[in-house]
């Protein structure tokens, strides 16, 4: 099956994202691209974490009907309530989106080099043992390439409030797609997606409209090539690199170690993120890195 066909083929794509803000950049994305992906002909599901006053916090209040009343265990219990199907409804609800789903597109602000809690706190709750982690009860036999998210593609799109040549290899903050390792490696190559380079937008608090008209036509690029882009080519636990399932074998990446040891091919300290834009000049202040909160350039 060619490129042109697996883009055309219509799909679900879950968009999740996170900012309270009607005016920020981040929002900016999420609407580009609801409507992008719609014109294709895609069924285009959400999450708006923030208007659905999402509960972040994962405790014993996700498990009505507890497996062990005297202390939680949280994998027990997961995996009792999912099996048994005895979650609560706003979980089931998510999860129902997400096996609904071709790709998963996280939007985002950087806020204290990750995402907003509100988020985390979505995966939290939403990757229940069974599905997300403990695949087929095997324990960690499926995991990184393989599990209940395989055969799905996932996207991160980030507003950086900095330069990003403080997100460069040798920059001050560390390169960004290493600081998002936890999420693209962890919470979405690890139940079996293919995950594609990060999108991120710098300088959303200092951006003019020629610069956010750029990066959203950037955005809608990225967006039309999301079903053909080439992955992070991350190291499958079953594939062969790692013989005992924990430690890469002697002979691969011989010389290597850290997040960057983990991703094939690479024999550099980072994989860049993709940046529609040039290195930026502006003051980056210790301020939380969010995103514009003042009207940008006219929505399209």
């Known amino acids: 099956m060619g490129k042109a066909t697996l883009a055309a083929r219509p799909r679900t794509i879950l968009l ?68 048994q199907g005895c979650q609560t409804a706003d979980v089931e609800a998510e999860q129902a989106k997400l096996q609904a789903a071709d790709a998963v597109i996280l939007v985002f602000p950087l806020w204290w080099f990750g995402m907003p809690a509100i988020m985390k706190g979505w995966i939290e709750r939403v990757w229940a043992y069974g599905l997300a982690y403990g695949y087929g009860d095997a324990g960690n036999a499926h995991r990184y390439g393989e599990g209940g998210f395989a055969g799905k593609r996932a996207l991160l799109a980030v507003s950086v409030g900095g330069p990003e040549k403080d997100y460069s290899p040798r920059g001050i903050n560390g390169p960004l797609e290493q600081l998002l390792f936890p999420v693209t490696h962890g919470a979405l190559f690890y139940p079996g997606m293919a995950v594609l380079p990060t999108f991120a937008v710098y300088d959303t608090g200092r951006m003019d409209a020629s610069v956010a008209d750029r990066a959203t036509m950037a955005w809608r690029q990225r967006l039309e090539n999301l079903f053909t882009d080439a992955p992070i080519p991350y190291r499958r636990q079953n594939g062969g690199d790692y013989p005992d399932r924990h430690v890469l074998a002697d002979d691969v990446a011989p010389g290597q170690t850290g997040i960057m040891a983990h991703v094939a091919g690479v024999m550099d300290s980072s994989i860049p993120a993709r940046s529609p834009l040039g290195v930026q000049d502006g003051p980056a202040g210790p301020q939380k890195h969010a995103s514009a909160t003042r009207p940008i350039s006219p929505q399209p």
């Open 16 to 83: 999740v994202h996170a900012h309270p803000e009607p005016t920020s950049f981040t929002r900016h994305l999420v609407t580009v691209a609801e409507r992008t992906l719609a014109g294709q002909g895609h069924t285009v599901l959400q999450s708006d974490l923030y208007a659905m006053q999402w509960k972040a916090v994962f405790d014993a209040d996700d498990f009505p009907q507890r497996l062990d009343t005297q202390r939680l265990s949280f994998i027990d219990e997961s995996r009792h309530a999912f099996a």
